[in-house]
């Protein structure tokens, strides 16, 4: 990085800061802080919401997602549109007219406290994992590929969010969003142009296209029903509906975008917009990866993009293997590019066989490519277990630290890190609003003044982000992070929606045959994904994560309705005749 990249990046970051303190100073009530005074418009709402799911992982993660497996993820936002639909419909409408700063307020009014409490520390819980792989997803990349230290990006990071996250509270989370939006999607498009522009002169975009093709990354659509494949049609539309109607119902980092609505109309509108533009968000995002990989079938990549890994195991007693396989790679490569380029001189003649013919032999090189990158996975670990060998998440940030030109490079590096600022500030800010006022002032007898609230509040908001700071320090990559966080929000948020679903649909249904239920329902869910998925870390697992939302919440509602039952039962009174 030169000095220019610094320059942009340092000062890009510092006006979101600063921008954030100086248009949110002052917050003097409850309503001020955790709704922003209720004054944002559609747009404003929009642009948050869509800020706030975007975080960090989403631009480091989606386009490697894309390279190794195609087009294939996007089927996990199928369910998004129709998610958008029934939130606008039914639960705007409720928590505005129920006047709640909290979406787990509602919940004591329809049951009763301690299944708010309970839906609130489930929320906690989850979504203070996510805040902390939120700071730590951008940080462990940068540290491994920048050589920064990996303690010291966490604590920059973290310290940054909390600046403006605690003094201006939900208002300088939506200003600085709008901002951060800006910054996030300029930089993916000059990046996709520039790759564009790198391909050989005679590839156009067509031609990229049919070579990504070629090689199996444009599979969009799986309509097979197969439970053990992560990304379908049919997962897509019921296991990724019902975790949207639950991360975007009923989980506070993201209603508490919409509660600052001026009306219910604009709050509607503003999901709307999301509905209509995250999926084509996600497609470009993911159509970035694909020519990243149509790119590095020119262009020479590494065995391995995550550098830690290569230097782990060149400075162990595989050093000599490793290079024997980095000497294939070069051989394969060659062969890689005479491939491709008889695929696309056969794409111009247009002559059916020949064509197949090339992309036979793509296919055949893929296969020997993948086969020596997983040997080169095996001498990693061999070399080192605790290295993470699994290099989706290095992809993009190896092709733009080695590709792009200077200045660029700092305007991409302030992409990912404003990401991650957008999305931690959402969470810590909800964070911070749940635990001030679904747990303290609701368990506390003490009467505090607005003025007290809203610093009681910022206290709460300052230490999830101090607890945020210290699970980054404790985080790990997984497989995939983008993955990693859609599976911790799984595991809890199809037992959330269940719960809402019985508040809003099933009004017979009393608290406490719900709060067991959740209870249970929690253990179960918590058993399935450790028995199905967690020990087929490769993908393979028996249940697609995504099925956890919907199966969370079809088993809450089912307990709930025979605890309810069991209950009517046992206290109705025995007849005279008996």
């Known amino acids: 990085m030169g000095i220019l990249d610094w320059t942009i990046l340092c000062v890009t970051l510092l006006f979101i800061v600063a921008y954030g303190v100086w248009r949110t100073r002052g917050s003097k009530n409850v309503d001020d ?6 004054e944002a418009q559609w747009w404003t709402i929009g642009l948050s919401v869509m ?24 089927q996990f936002y199928f369910g998004l549109p129709i998610a958008m639909i029934i939130i606008c419909m039914v639960f705007i409408p409720l928590y505005h007219k129920m006047k709640v700063y909290t979406a787990y307020e509602f919940l004591e009014g329809r049951f009763d406290l301690k299944t708010r409490s309970l839906a609130a520390i489930l929320f906690l ?73 790198y391909l050989p002169a005679d590839i156009t975009f067509s031609k990229a296209m049919k070579i990504a093709g070629a090689s199996d990354k444009l599979n969009i659509l799986d309509f097979s029903f197969d439970t053990s494949s992560r990304y379908t049609f049919w997962s897509g539309i019921t296991g990724g509906l019902f975790l949207a109607l639950a ?53 020479p990549s590494p ?20 290079e024997l396989l980095q000497q294939g790679q070069v051989e394969l490569e060659a062969q890689k590019r005479i491939a ?39 001498l990693i670990k061999q070399a080192n277990q605790k290295i ?33 600022m957008s999305s931690t500030a959402s969470e810590l800010n909800a964070l911070g609003t749940i635990t001030a006022l679904d747990l303290y002032k609701r368990n506390n007898k003490e009467a505090l003044s607005e003025k007290q609230y809203v610093q009681v509040s910022k206290g709460f908001t300052l230490m999830w982000g101090v607890v945020a700071i210290g699970i980054a320090f404790v985080a790990d990559l997984f497989d995939n992070l983008i993955q990693l966080v859609n599976i911790i929000g799984s595991i809890f948020y199809g037992n959330v929606l269940g719960i809402f679903l019985l508040a809003f649909f099933f009004k017979f249904v009393k608290g406490n045959a719900v709060f067991f239920a959740a209870i249970v329902t929690q253990i179960i869910i918590l058993v ?28 809450v509602i089912s307990l709930s309705l025979v605890f309810e039952s069991v209950d009517r039962l046992l206290r109705r009174p025995l007849s005279k005749n008996n």
């Open 528 to 555: 399935m994904y450790y028995n199905l998925i967690h020990v087929y870390p490769s993908g393979e697992e028996k249940l697609g994560y995504l099925w956890l939302n919907f199966y969370g919440a079809a088993i």
């Open 303 to 322: 065995l391995n993009f995550n550098p830690a890994a290569t230097k782990a195991v060149m400075e162990s007693e595989y050093a000599a293997d490793y």
């Open 51 to 74: 800020a706030t799911q975007a975080s960090a992982i989403t631009f480091l993660s989606t386009p490697g997602q894309a390279f190794h497996d195609g087009m294939g993820f996007v």
């Open 125 to 197: 819980i989850q979504r203070g994992l996510a805040a902390g792989i939120t700071i730590f997803a951008p940080s462990i990349i940068l540290s491994a590929v920048l050589g920064w230290d990996l303690g010291t990006l966490n604590v920059i990071i973290g310290t940054l969010v909390i600046i403006y996250t605690v003094s201006g509270g939900t208002k300088a989370v939506s200003v600085t969003q709008k901002q951060q939006m800006f910054v996030i999607m300029t930089g993916m498009f000059i990046t996709f142009f520039f790759i564009l522009g």
């Open 388 to 420: 993470e060998t699994n290099d989706k998440d290095y992809v993009f940030i190896h092709f733009i630290l080695n590709n792009l030109p200077r200045g660029l490079i700092g305007l991409l590096l302030a992409v990912i890190l404003s990401a991650a």
């Open 340 to 378: 491709q380029n008889g695929f696309s001189a056969a794409l111009e003649i247009k002559e059916y066989t020949a064509v197949e013919e090339a992309k036979q032999q793509i296919i055949r090189i893929n296969k020997m490519d993948s086969i020596n990158r997983v040997a080169a996975k095996t």
């Open 247 to 299: 991360y975007f119902g009923t989980d506070q980092s993201q209603v508490q975008r919409y509660l600052t609505g001026k009306s219910i109309r604009e709050s509607q509108l503003g999901l709307v917009f999301n509905g209509i533009f995250k999926i084509p968000m996600q497609f470009f995002i993911l159509l970035v990866g694909v020519m990243v990989f149509v790119f590095y079938q020119y262009n």
């Open 33 to 38: 802080y955790v709704k922003g005074g209720s």
